[in-house]
Structure formats: C-alpha cells, structure tokens
C-alpha cells in the first residue's frame, strides 16, 4: 500500500494516487525481487546530521518500497560513527560534525523501523583526505603515519584528482581498514557493508613508497618495481595485492556473520583498472563479493547504456543475479532529469539487471521529490525482497505509541505537546501511583531489541525504572530521564521474547523524587539479527498473492522500448468487448481505444505514439471483468 509522505502537493496526490491505482491492476504472481538502494552522505546533505532528518528520510524512503540504505561511516579520515580503534590512535571517535552523537546508530533504527536493510558504506576508503591538490597533504592519518602513505615514483604523497592517499598494499593500512570493518560488524546491527570506488583501489601512479617496493622486491627476486607505472605486470602485482586483501575482508566478515553481504560499487571496468587498479571482474567472478553495483554515472542514456552492456561484458553470465546498476540521481548543481531516470531504470530491466544503488539522497528531495514521485508511481510502485535473501531479513519494527491502545495506563497520565517521536508525550508526577504497560503482538520466537524514545528534561526523574519481561523473567533497567545523552531511542536491550500477545515492558511512578515527572512516549522492538540470524518473521501482505486468471493473458509489448510504433498482444478466452487504454506516467488519460467484440484467441494491437514524447507510457488491457497494464518506454 503506498503511503504518501507529508510533503506532497495535494496536485502530485490525486496524480500520483490515479497512477498508483492502474499500477495496481498488473497481475501478480509473486514479489519482485530487485537491489533497491539508496546512499546517504554528509556532504551536500544534512540527512544525517539530526535524528528527526534521518527518521524522515526513512519514512520517504519507505513510502518508494526501498530496501537498502548505505550510509557513509569513513569519510575524509573520520569515522560517522563512534569508533575505539580511531580513538585509540588519533584521540577522537567520530568526526567533530558528529560530536555526542551517533548517526549511524541512528541510521540503523530508523532503518529497521520500516523494514530497510543498512550497509554502512566506507566511502573514503584508502583515501586519507581530500586536499584538492593544494599541500599540506594526507590530513591528520599520514601526519600521524607518515609511513602509510601511497608514493609516486618522485616520492611525493600520491594525490589524484584531489584525493590523498594511503598505500592500499601496506599491511599496516590493510589491518586498519578491516578493523574498522569488523568494529563496525561487532558493534552495530547492520545488513552488510558496502566498498566503492576507492576500496580497493590504488591510483596507478602509486606504489613507490618503501613499504610496497620491498613487499615487489621480495617476490621478484631484489629487482625494483618498473618506472612506468602503467607496465603490465607492475600493474597486475599490485592489483592482485589488492585482491587478497578484499578476499580477507570477505573472510573477515562472514566470520563474524555469514549472513553479511560484502557490496561493491567501484568505479566502470576497466577504465577502474586501468587507473586505479579496481580489478572488479576479479571481484565478481571469484565470488570476493556479494553484490555488485558499478558507478554507471553518466549524463545521456546513450553512453549510460554502453557502460551498462560494457559492465555485463566483463563478468560471468550466471553473476548476473548479484549485478546491479549505480545510478547518478544527483551531484553538485546535477540532478538527474526524470526521462532520464526512467529510461535507465528501463535499460536496466532490458539487460536483465534487476535493481539499482542511488547517488544520491538529496536528488529525490529536489524540485519537490519530482524524482522520488517519479519512482514510486512506476518502477518502485510495489514492494521488492533483497536478491539472495531466502527470507525477509528486516521484518519492520514493531512500533507501540503512547497513546496507542497497546498501552495499558493506570493512576494520572497527562498530555503534553512535547514534540516526541509522533506527536506529543505523556507524564506523570509523583503525588499519586501510576503505570504504563506496553503491550506488543510478538510475530516469532526470537531475540528483540528494545528501544524507548526519550524526551530529556531536568523536570523528568533522574532514576525511572523500566520492567521488562522477556522469555527468562522480568529484568528492571534504571534510565535517567533528565539527560539520557540525547533527544531519541534509547536502548534498553536485546531480550528474548516468545511469538504471541503480550506486555513487553511497564514502568511506574515508584520512589521518583518529589516535583519530579516520569515521562513515556513511543516504544520500538526490532528483530536482533546478530542473536537471530535464522528466525523467519512473515507478514500478512508477504503471504498474499494475486492469481492470474486463465483465461485472459496480456504479453509485454514488442518492440520495448520502442520508437514510434509496438504491438501488443493479448488473448481472450471468449467473446468479449476490448478495450485499450494509454495513460503516462503520471496516471493522466493520453488515449481510449475501444476495440469492439473480439472473438476467443490471440488478437494484437498496433499503438503509434508519433504525436507523443518521450517516456514511460501504460497500456491497460480491459476485457470485460478481466484488465491488465503493461509498461512501455517510449524513446526519440
């Protein structure tokens, strides 16, 4: 069901909810299954910098049946989240931007409230800072270790196109990103995590510093790595340097959990070779990744549809099933233009390619979410499963609000117009006893985490206790409600919980302070896939299919796309009256072709479209109670 987010023009609704309910007629036999990803940055986008922006950009991204968020968490040599390793070593844990704060932990609620899968995308890479190309280079990581520095043959920082990076081959460098990595996995809940196009990845110039030439120099019996970076087999050591180590991430991550897709978005094979010594057709065929999203970024569909074919070219045709399509949806002053977007997306499913990864957020918020209305009335109207799941591996998140009939309240409970997570909140002093009991429909047996969001207030209690009662016995968690640390979810822990009704968590007036205030608001359970990995959780709208009746079939149309002419073919069981209908992209009536009586078996129906531009168009079928629509791409 298509859930409309509050920033629509009334205009875009009535538009958008005509399209949505033709899209509706297609018969369906069963879910998509496509990669439908979207990356969130820090830079050109405040998505991330407050946890209101990132549980709404959830709720947007939700209502366009996306399926995977990848956000940054190493960028310019921070970390977007809180890491001991980077506290260790530069005496800080998060990037300044960030401080008191943990976007990522974030990210991961919110995500998981609506049922979207996180891959924290380490962005930067084996770079350590973006210097522009004006000194002093290498940022606070090379000041700090000079020796992890990537060298050109003159000895100087290696730098390219304004990034400054370290030597990808030095296994110093090597066990930092991993740790990193598998801080990430240890210490977050997460779906998988993505590399780009600087991971691996060395700039072809490199590979002259001290360590990398005596790592060549032990297996080529003393001698020197060639002066002309681009010899083949200097090239080919260090790509294969680089290779081994994605094969130790890999075994790094499914170490800790098999579960864990390993992604990919490097930059086109094999200019990313050649340059940057991405050997992503090694990546792909060997089986080091999961799933496979080259950067496809470019500017006219024609040149977007030779890196499409020219990607598929270079992997084994059974990998196709793990390659998806990196789309430019926007950067800088670009966004793309929605004839655009529909013309990849179509090219896309042409070639077979079932998904895309976006760059970025922002570019569906602009001229009033044209491209995200543009998404969810044709390509991303239905919801789509994660290829290579044999399960939902994000049921959404079980969210009861205060005021909620799940919630079971006892003594005085005031209403304030606190803004809290929807809405207000609810309090209550201490003159007389009062209690809350949330109550929530557990769908399997499995362990839970427990989140309650927190308003923080001096006039709150500083010492509130939470029950909960989970499959073991009741546990009592002390919260300071006066400064939790930030306004949001607050975690009270992973429990077991057994499938079925029941109170989950109270809480209570008891032994609070006098002219004190217990405060509650919403209370959120998500499924604990780090203590689940296996638990099936299935929905009523995952169980429901719609047949497709026997005696009326619609065929896709041919040619798609198509220019200015295509034939569709449909079959009728029995006299009936046909009818076609052409509408576009936006649910408006463009044609009505009434067919008249047509006999039983295969008829066709020749549709020109001269008169029209170019785009997407729908052809509904109607033959008496039976209809279906069919997509078209039209293309001059």
Same mark, same amino acid.
């Given at each position: ?10 205009s875009w609704?009535?538009?958008l ?10 018969n369906?036999?069963?879910q998509n ?6 990356k969130?940055?820090d830079v050109?986008s405040?998505?991330?910098?407050s ?9 947007l991204l ?15 040599g921070y970390?977007?989240?809180?890491s001991k ?9 998060i ?8 976007p990522l932990?974030?990210?991961?609620i919110?995500?998981h409230?609506?049922?979207?899968e ?5 962005e ?7 210097s ?7 940022g606070?990581?090379l ?24 030597s990808?081959?030095?296994?110093d ?18 779906d ?5 196009d600087?991971m691996p990845?060395?700039?072809?110039e ?10 060549y120099?032990?297996?080529?019996g ?8 681009y ?32 992604a990919?978005s490097?930059?086109v094979?094999p ?10 057709k ?20 024609? =040149?977007?549809i030779?890196? @499409?074919? %020219?990607?598929?070219?270079?992997? &084994?045709?059974?990998k $196709?099933?793990?390659? #998806? ?11 793309? =233009?929605?004839?655009?977007? @529909?013309? %990849?997306?179509?090219?896309?499913? &042409?070639?077979?390619v $079932?998904?895309?990864g #976006? ?6 918020r ?12 044709t390509y991303y ?11 939902n591996?994000r049921?959404k998140g079980l ?34 006893p ?15 985490n ?52 029941r109170?989950?968590f ?6 609070i302070p ?8 919403a209370?959120?359970?998500?499924l ?6 296996n638990?099936?959780?299935?929905s009523?709208?995952?169980e ?8 009326f079939e ?5 040619p798609n796309?198509f220019?200015?002419?295509t034939i ?6 029995e006299?009936?009256r046909?009818n076609i209908?052409?509408y ?7 044609e009505?072709?009434?067919l ?6 295969e008829?066709?129906f ?15 079928v109607?033959?008496?109670a ?5 997509k ?5």
């Amino acid at each position: 069901m298509l859930k409309f987010h509050k920033y629509h023009s009334q205009s875009w609704f009535f538009k958008l909810l005509s399209c949505v309910l033709l899209i509706a007629s297609i018969n369906i036999t069963a879910q998509n299954q496509e990669f439908r990803g979207v990356k969130l940055t820090d830079v050109d986008s405040q998505v991330l910098f407050s946890e209101k922006s990132i549980s709404e950009a959830m709720d947007l991204l939700e209502s366009l049946n996306i399926n995977a968020v990848i956000p940054v968490v190493w960028n310019a040599g921070y970390t977007q989240y809180q890491s001991k390793i980077v506290d260790s070593l530069f005496g800080f844990s998060i990037d300044p931007a960030f401080s008191g704060r943990d976007p990522l932990e974030t990210v991961i609620i919110e995500a998981h409230r609506v049922g979207i899968e996180v891959y924290p995308w380490f962005e930067y890479g084996f770079s350590s800072f973006y210097s522009g190309g004006t000194p002093p280079y290498g940022g606070h990581i090379l000041q700090k270790y000079p020796n992890w520095a990537a060298k050109s043959l003159n000895g100087d920082i290696c730098v390219k196109n304004g990034f400054d990076w370290m030597s990808g081959v030095n296994p110093d460098v090597q066990n930092f990103i991993i740790g990193l990595t598998t801080e990430v996995i240890r210490n977050y809940d997460i779906d998988g995590i993505e590399y780009s196009d600087r991971m691996p990845a060395l700039p072809v110039e490199c590979g002259y510093d001290s360590v990398t030439v005596e790592l060549y120099k032990q297996d080529h019996g003393g001698q020197s790595p060639p002066v002309n970076f681009y010899d083949a087999d200097w090239k080919r050591w260090r790509a294969d340097k680089l290779n081994d180590f994605y094969s130790r991430v890999r075994d790094s991550v499914k170490s800790l959990d098999e579960n864990l897709f390993v992604a990919s978005s490097p930059s086109v094979y094999p200019w990313a070779y050649d340059q940057y010594l991405q050997d992503s057709k090694t990546w792909v065929n060997s089986g080091i990744v999961d799933q496979f999203l080259p950067q496809l970024y470019r500017y006219s569909i024609a =040149d977007y549809i030779y890196e @499409l074919n %020219s990607s598929l070219s270079h992997i &084994n045709p059974q990998k $196709k099933d793990i390659t #998806f399509a990196g789309v430019l949806m926007n950067v800088g002053s670009y966004t793309i =233009d929605p004839q655009f977007l @529909l013309q %990849s997306l179509q090219a896309n499913r &042409n070639a077979g390619v $079932k998904g895309e990864g #976006f760059f970025f957020y922002e570019g569906l918020r602009h001229n009033n979410f044209r491209l995200a209305d543009t998404l969810r009335s044709t390509y991303y109207s239905e919801p789509a499963t994660m290829p290579g799941r044999e399960y939902n591996r994000r049921p959404k998140g079980l969210l009861v609000s205060e005021d909620s009939t799940n919630v079971v309240k006892s003594g005085a409970w005031e209403s304030l117009p606190v803004p809290g997570f929807r809405g207000g909140i609810i309090r209550t002093g201490s003159s007389t006893p009062a209690s809350l009991e949330y109550s929530y429909d557990i769908p399997a047996d499995g362990f839970y985490n427990l989140y309650t969001y927190l308003i923080p207030s001096f006039s709150f209690a500083p010492d509130v206790k939470y029950t909960i009662k989970s499959k073991p016995g009741d546990t009592v968690v002390s919260v300071n409600q006066q400064s939790p640390g930030k306004q949001g979810w607050y975690h009270l822990g992973s429990y077991e919980m057994v499938k079925g009704r029941r109170v989950v968590f109270t809480l209570n007036n008891d032994e609070i302070p006098n002219g004190k205030y217990v405060m509650s608001d919403a209370g959120l359970l998500l499924l604990d896939r780090k203590r689940s990995p296996n638990v099936v959780v299935s929905s009523k709208e995952e169980e429901v299919t719609t047949s497709v009746p026997t005696n009326f079939e619609v065929y896709n149309n041919f040619p798609n796309p198509f220019n200015p002419e295509t034939i569709v073919t449909f079959k009728l069981s029995e006299l009936n009256r046909v009818n076609i209908i052409i509408y576009n992209q936006l649910g408006e009536l463009i044609e009505r072709h009434d067919l008249g009586e047509m006999t039983a078996g295969e008829h066709q129906f020749k549709w020109n479209a001269a008169r029209l531009s170019s785009g997407p168009y729908f052809i509904k079928v109607e033959s008496g109670a039976n209809s279906a629509v069919i997509k078209s791409l039209l293309v001059k």
